[in-house]
C-alpha cells in the first residue's frame, strides 16, 4: 500500500509509569513530503516525547505509526529508517566528543554502502552546506553552540532524509546563532524538498513552518493557528 | 573510518581511561606470567640440573618430604650397580652451607668415581687430583655473585676450600653450585658414609619399560624411590609448597586482574550509555553498536596484553634477579604460557564487554538520551 502521507500517526498516545502519567492522548496527524510543520507547545506539553516517537526512539504506547502507509511496528524497522530516511537534529547537540566534526557526520553513515572515498566527499559535501568546511578537524568542545549544531545538523542529512526532525534545535543558541540554524534548516528542507518538523516553544520561529501544530497536556488542541508566545511558555 | 578506525579514535582521545584499562589487563598478565613462571620454572630448573648430568634416574629416601633431608647409605651403590640395566651409579650429597658474609651457597659433594666430574664443563682451571681435600669447583654465577676467581678459598661451614676449577654449567642451579669433595662435605655435615641423592645412568635410556624394571629393583633394595629427574619433586613437600604459593599468588592476582578489568569495562560502557542513545539515534543497530564497543574491549585487552607480556619478562628477570630466587631459579616464562595468558587476556576482553554492550543495548534509546 502506498500513501502520499510520509509519516501518519494513528490513535498514538504515550503513558508513563505503568499508565499513571499520561503524556500523549489520541494523537491523530499527518506530515507530507516537502512539508514543513512546528509542534509547538509548553513544556510538558508532549511535544517531544511526540517527536522522539516519531523517529522511534520511544515507543508508543498506544496507536500505530505508518511511514509511507506501511506501519512500523519493529525497532529494527525504525534503525533501518533512522540510518536511511529520518535524520534527527537535537536540541543539545548530542556529539561525539571524541570525534572530529568530520568524525561525527561521518558515524552516521556506518552501515550505507558508500565506500571511503564516497563517504569523505559527502561528510565534505555535508558540512560545506552547514558552513563549517575549514572546521572540518576540530572536535566539538572547540567549536561555538552555534557550530556544534551545525555539525549536527550536518548529520542528520548526510544521508539525504525525507525527514527532519528537529527537537528545539536553537534553545541552546542565543538569538543570532538561533535565526543562523533555523535559516540553515529551512534552505536545507526547500533546497532538498524534505519534509521538516520542528518542535518549538516559540511562535515566531514556529510561524516561518507553513504548518502549526499546538499541542496541551499530551493532545492536539489545533492546528496552524500559533498560540501566543506568552501562552506557550 | 571503519569501526577499528573508530573504535581507535574513541580509546586514543579517552587517553587516561584507555591507559589505566591497559595497565590493569597488563598487570593481570604480567602478574599471572611471572608468578606462574616462577611456579613452573622452579621444577624445569631441578630437572634441568639434574640432566646435564645425564643423569637417567634419580634416587633419594623414601618418606622424607625436604629435598635434602633423606640421606642415602654410600654402601648400597655397588649393589645398585649390579642391577641390570644401570650403567653407573653417582652418590651425590647436598646441602645449603653457610659461606662469607653470612650468605649461604649450595654445595654439593661427589665421589671421586663419580661419572658426574666427566659432566662437568670447566671454564676455567682444573678438576680435583684424586688425593686432594678442601678443594673446590665453584660455578660461573656464584663466583661472580661471591667475587671469586681460581686460587682464592671459598669458605663452606666454617672450613676454607681452595677454588681450583670455575665450571660453566647451563642450568642455573648448577651455576651457583659450588662442588667440593664428598668426604669433605659429609665431614663437615656430620653425615659421613651418606649421600643425599643417587644418580642412575641407564645403559639404555630410552627404553622405558627397562627404566621401569630398574626403578622397581631400587625400590625393592631399601625405603628409597626411583624416578626420572622431571618426577623427583613431585613428592617433595618444600618445592610443593613453594608451588602452591607461587601458583596461589598467580591465580589470585590473575584473578584480582580479572575482576578490575572486568570492572573496567563495564564501567567505561556504561559511562557512556548517553553514547550508545545518540548512536541508536542516528540509525546504528543493537548489533553495530555491540560490535563497536566489544572491538573497544578487544583493542584495549590486546594493548594490555602486549604490556602484560612485557611486563611478565620483566617481573621475570625482577625475580630472577634477587638472589633468594635466581640463585637456583631462572624465572622463564614458556611461550606457551606467554601465548596461553595473552589468548586469554584477549578473549576476556571480548567477553568483558560483551555483557556491559548488551546491558547498555538493552536500555530504550530514550532513556539513554536522557542520561545527563
Avoid at chain 1, 507547545?41 to 500505530?64: E, H, N, Y
Avoid at chain 1, 561555538?144 to 534545535?169: M, T, Y
Wanted: proline share 4%; hydrophobic share 45%.
Amino acid at each position: 500500500m502506498t500513501s502520499r502521507h510520509l509519516l501518519q500517526l494513528d490513535h498514538v498516545g504515550h503513558a508513563f509509569d505503568e499508565g499513571r502519567i499520561v503524556a500523549l492522548k489520541d494523537i491523530n496527524l499527518d506530515f507530507d513530503e516537502g512539508e514543513s510543520a512546528a509542534i509547538l507547545g509548553a513544556s510538558g506539553s508532549g511535544k517531544t516525547t511526540l517527536i522522539l516517537i516519531m523517529c522511534g526512539i520511544r515507543t508508543p504506547t498506544r496507536g500505530v505509526l505508518r511511514w509511507k502507509g506501511q506501519p512500523i511496528t519493529t525497532l529494527r524497522q525504525w534503525t533501518d529508517l533512522r540510518r536511511t530516511e529520518i535524520g534527527i537534529v537535537f536540541q543539545d547537540f548530542n556529539l561525539f566528543s571524541t570525534l572530529t566534526a568530520a568524525e561525527n557526520v561521518e558515524v552516521a553513515m556506518f552501515g550505507s554502502s558508500a565506500g571511503t572515498a564516497e563517504r569523505k566527499r559527502r561528510v565534505e559535501a555535508a558540512l560545506g552546506t552547514v558552513g563549517l568546511a575549514d572546521r572540518a578537524t576540530h572536535l566539538p568542545q572547540e567549536l561555538s553552540g552555534g557550530e556544534r549544531q551545525r555539525v549536527a545538523i550536518a548529520r542528520s542529512i548526510i544521508n539525504d532524509p525525507k525527514l527532519i526532525l528537529a527537537d528545539e534545535p536553537t534553545g541552546n543558541l542565543d538569538s543570532k546563532n538561533a535565526m543562523a540554524i533555523l535559516d540553515l534548516l529551512f534552505d536545507l528542507q526547500k533546497a532538498r524538498g524534505s519534509t521538516l518538523v520542528m518542535v518549538s516553544h516559540a511562535p515566531d520561529q514556529a510561524r516561518r513552518c507553513a504548518r502549526q501544530v499546538n499541542m496541551k497536556d499530551g493532545e492536539v488542541i489545533n492546528e496552524n493557528a500559533p498560540v501566543a508566545r506568552e501562552e506557550a511558555l | 573510518m571503519n569501526h577499528l578506525e573508530l573504535a581507535y579514535r574513541n580509546l586514543k582521545r579517552r587517553r587516561a581511561r584507555s591507559i589505566l584499562t591497559i595497565l590493569g589487563v597488563a598487570f593481570a598478565v604480567g602478574s599471572f606470567i611471572t608468578l606462574y613462571g616462577l611456579s613452573r620454572s622452579v621444577h624445569e630448573n631441578v630437572e634441568r640440573s639434574f640432566d646435564e648430568h645425564g643423569t637417567d634416574l634419580t634416587v633419594k629416601r623414601r618418606g622424607i618430604a625436604e629435598p635434602f633431608g633423606g640421606t642415602i647409605p654410600e654402601e648400597l651403590i655397588p649393589e645398585i650397580a649390579k642391577i641390570p640395566g644401570v650403567e653407573d651409579v653417582a652418590g651425590q650429597l647436598l646441602t645449603f652451607a653457610a659461606t662469607d658474609n653470612d650468605d649461604n651457597v649450595l654445595a654439593s659433594g661427589w665421589s671421586p668415581d663419580s661419572f658426574y666430574w666427566t659432566t662437568a664443563p670447566l671454564k676455567a682451571g682444573r678438576l680435583p687430583n684424586p688425593d686432594e681435600s678442601r678443594v673446590a669447583l665453584i660455578g660461573s654465577e656464584i663466583a661472580r655473585t661471591l667475587d671469586k676467581k681460581i686460587g682464592d678459598d671459598v669458605t663452606l661451614l666454617g672450613e676454607k676450600f681452595k677454588i681450583v676449577g670455575l665450571t660453566d654449567f647451563h642450568s642455573i642451579i648448577n651455576r651457583n653450585q659450588v662442588i667440593v669433595k664428598l668426604a669433605d662435605l659429609q665431614e663437615l655435615t656430620f653425615r659421613t658414609g651418606a649421600v643425599t641423592f643417587l644418580s642412575i645412568k641407564l645403559k639404555n635410556p630410552g627404553d622405558e619399560a627397562e627404566a621401569d624394571r630398574v626403578s622397581q629393583a631400587i625400590e625393592a633394595l631399601d625405603k628409597l624411590t626411583a624416578s626420572p629427574s622431571e618426577g623427583m619433586l613431585r613428592n617433595d613437600s618444600l618445592f610443593g609448597l613453594l608451588t602452591a604459593v607461587s601458583t596461589s599468588m598467580a591465580w589470585v592476582a590473575l584473578f584480582m586482574g580479572v575482576l578490575m578489568v572486568l570492572n573496567t569495562l563495564l564501567m567505561a560502557v556504561l559511562e557512556r550509555t548517553r553514547e550508545i542513545g545518540i548512536l541508536s539515534a542516528i540509525g546504528w543497530s543493537k548489533e553495530r553498536i555491540m560490535l563497536a564497543l566489544i572491538i573497544e574491549g578487544f583493542i584495549l585487552s590486546a594493548f594490555g596484553a602486549l604490556v602484560g607480556i612485557a611486563l611478565g619478562m620483566a617481573g621475570s628477570k625482577f625475580l630472577s634477579a634477587i638472589p633468594a630466587i635466581g640463585r637456583y631459579v631462572a624465572v622463564e616464562p614458556t611461550v606457551p604460557l606467554i601465548a596461553v595468558t595473552a589468548f586469554a587476556a584477549m578473549v576476556l576482553g571480548i567477553l568483558g564487554s560483551f555483557y556491559p554492550a548488551w546491558v547498555a543495548t538493552r536500555a530504550s534509546p530514550a532513556a539513554a538520551l536522557e542520561r545527563a
